[in-house]
């Protein structure tokens, strides 16, 4: 990025990367993610549709992640309060069953937004 982009590039603690355009007020900024949020450490599980371009993921970050292949976009982000061991779609897309140390948890799939 060059200086007369008038952009302004900021990196989070957790990889995500935001920019906003400088102009007007600084306090009225509007950050905008840059690229795909990917996870923070290793992914212990991953799972693919066969009715939909997504694909889920699991990451020892404590966060499961459904993301559109087709559109190159993360449908959603779930932050869990513990790590998931594995995980897998059901053949319609529309649920996924999360496995933990001590249970499993059927989860519906939603867009977020």
């Given amino acids: 990025m060059s200086i007369y982009d008038n952009k302004l ?3 989070l603690n957790n990889g995500s990367i935001l920019q906003t355009k400088i102009k ?3 306090a009225k900024a509007a950050f905008e993610p840059v690229g795909l949020q990917f996870h923070n450490g290793p992914i212990v599980s991953m799972d693919v549709c066969i ?7 699991a ?30 779609f ?14 499993l ?3 519906n799939v939603q867009k977020d937004g």
């Fill in 24 to 26: 007007g007020d600084p």
């Fill in 105 to 107: 948890r059927m989860a």
């Fill in 59 to 88: 990451g020892k970050d404590k966060c499961i992640k459904i993301w559109n292949y087709e559109e190159k976009t993360v449908e959603t982000t779930k932050n869990e309060t513990e790590a998931a061991l594995c995980l897998s």
């Fill in 51 to 57: 009715r939909k371009p997504l694909i889920a993921t």
């Fill in 90 to 103: 059901h053949p319609s897309g529309l649920h996924l069953v999360i496995a933990y140390s001590d249970k």
């Fill in 9 to 11: 590039a900021v990196l």
